[in-house]
């Protein structure tokens, strides 16, 4: 049961092989340094799942000095993996020709973390914080939808410097995350569990982990598309349910920082947050239009986007999604 269940991936998969009469090259850019979060995509390249599906991947790995969004439209990667669905409204409304494929995260990793035993007992309680540590990006984005529905303030951040020092000396202070990092981080280094506080849970309902690519590929290579999402679906669930020691092996030598124990920790968090929602029946990397809409109206309401501005609808395709790829892997690891 806990082996990698490649026999599984049936005629389909060769079919493909068969017809591609190369390896098609594609390189996939991730938004930051290797680590078990981006799992199910070093999966389907240690174990050949790429390569069972005609392709031929390079994955080039973010980080806090590497900025690989200009890569996608400048046509120097094929696949970028971003954030959340702001990035494709943003895009969208400057109009560059991109769109989303597929959405890896049903529920939004992103987080607020504080000390135990300071009164944060709920989400709305963190709005009486005297200090939150966000960086930038979070400031312009969903800070600003949490003061319209929560009552935050702009003179409670402080600015964050992706370090838990801060956080660590000052057990008033509140701090963003992911529920992927942060939380084992303070656990790793503090010794004890911080409280989360999910944004999801709150309302913000973004989709994470989405993936994107230009539009021309989309028309004029679709093929390449459905292979590339159907193939990471596929690596995603021999990641969160079968044997990934090569993609675990992969990541570490790519960034030496993630260690056997941080992952161990970050598998049940990621089949919370990926393999959950319209994912539990559709298949891994799933899109609900309506979810989408109902997202952008959030942006409109924090004054992120104005009404009629952008269409959500032209920021994302369905195309390659929604069909329950991979399912038979994971009924095959788990029996369900």
Same mark, same amino acid.
């Given at each position: 049961?806990?082996?990698?269940?490649?026999?599984?991936?049936?005629?389909?998969?060769?079919?493909?092989?068969?017809?591609?009469?190369?390896?098609?090259?594609?390189? /996939?850019?991730?938004?930051?340094?290797?680590?078990?979060?981006?799992? %199910?995509? =070093?999966?389907?390249? !240690? @174990?050949? #799942?790429?390569?069972?599906?005609?392709?031929?991947?390079?994955?080039?790995? %973010?980080?806090?000095?590497?900025?690989?969004?200009?890569?996608?439209?400048?046509?120097?990667?094929?696949?970028?993996?971003? %954030?959340?669905?702001?990035?494709?409204?943003?895009?969208?409304? &400057?109009?560059?020709?991109?769109?989303?494929?597929? !959405?890896?995260?049903?529920?939004?990793?992103?987080?607020?973390?504080?000390?135990?035993?300071?009164?944060?007992?709920?989400?709305?309680?963190?709005?009486?914080?005297? #200090?939150?540590?966000?960086?930038?990006?979070?400031?312009?984005?969903? /800070?600003?939808?949490?003061?319209?529905?929560?009552?935050?303030?702009?003179?409670?951040?402080?600015? =964050?410097?992706?370090?838990?020092?801060?956080?660590?000396?000052?057990?008033?202070?509140?701090?963003?995350?992911?529920?992927?990092?942060?939380?084992?981080?303070?656990?790793?280094?503090?010794?004890?569990?911080?409280?989360?506080?999910?944004?999801?849970? !709150?309302?913000?309902?973004?989709?994470?982990?989405?993936?994107?690519?230009?539009?021309?590929?989309?028309?004029?290579?679709?093929?390449?598309?459905?292979?590339?999402?159907?193939?990471?679906?596929?690596?995603?669930?021999?990641?969160?349910?079968? @044997?990934?020691?090569?993609?675990?092996?992969?990541?570490?030598?790519?960034?030496?920082?993630?260690?056997?124990?941080?992952?161990?920790?970050?598998?049940?968090?990621?089949?919370?947050?990926?393999?959950?929602?319209?994912?539990?029946?559709? %298949?891994?990397?799933?899109?609900?239009?309506?979810?989408?809409?109902?997202?952008?109206?959030?942006?409109?309401?924090?004054?992120?986007?104005?009404?009629? &501005?952008?269409?959500?609808?032209?920021?994302?395709? #369905? &195309?390659?999604?929604?069909?329950?790829?991979?399912?038979?892997?994971?009924?095959?690891? #788990?029996?369900?």
């Amino acid at each position: 049961m806990k082996k990698t269940a490649l026999h599984v991936l049936g005629l389909a998969a060769l079919l493909v092989c068969s017809a591609a009469s190369a390896q098609d090259k594609v390189t /996939f850019a991730t938004n930051w340094r290797a680590q078990p979060g981006h799992g %199910g995509f =070093y999966q389907a390249l !240690a @174990d050949g #799942t790429y390569k069972k599906f005609g392709l031929d991947v390079t994955i080039q790995q %973010g980080g806090p000095q590497v900025n690989n969004r200009p890569m996608l439209p400048a046509g120097k990667v094929d696949f970028l993996m971003t %954030g959340n669905m702001l990035m494709a409204f943003d895009n969208l409304k &400057q109009g560059v020709p991109t769109t989303v494929v597929a !959405a890896y995260f049903q529920k939004d990793p992103q987080i607020l973390i504080a000390h135990p035993g300071q009164g944060y007992d709920k989400f709305e309680d963190l709005a009486k914080a005297k #200090t939150i540590l966000m960086a930038k990006d979070g400031q312009i984005s969903y /800070f600003q939808w949490m003061k319209k529905a929560y009552g935050f303030k702009d003179e409670q951040v402080r600015p =964050y410097n992706f370090s838990l020092s801060q956080f660590l000396a000052d057990k008033k202070a509140v701090q963003q995350g992911y529920a992927t990092s942060e939380p084992i981080s303070v656990e790793q280094q503090a010794g004890f569990k911080p409280v989360s506080f999910s944004l999801a849970d !709150a309302g913000w309902s973004t989709y994470g982990m989405v993936i994107e690519t230009r539009r021309d590929l989309v028309d004029k290579k679709p093929d390449v598309v459905k292979r590339f999402v159907e193939a990471s679906n596929i690596g995603w669930y021999n990641y969160l349910y079968g @044997d990934r020691k090569a993609a675990d092996e992969m990541i570490r030598q790519t960034n030496p920082d993630i260690t056997p124990a941080y992952t161990e920790k970050s598998i049940a968090i990621l089949r919370e947050h990926i393999d959950s929602g319209d994912a539990a029946t559709q %298949g891994i990397g799933a899109i609900s239009p309506a979810r989408i809409k109902d997202f952008h109206a959030k942006t409109v309401q924090a004054g992120l986007f104005t009404a009629g &501005q952008i269409k959500p609808e032209d920021a994302f395709t #369905t &195309q390659f999604v929604n069909k329950g790829t991979g399912l038979d892997v994971r009924k095959q690891l #788990t029996g369900k």
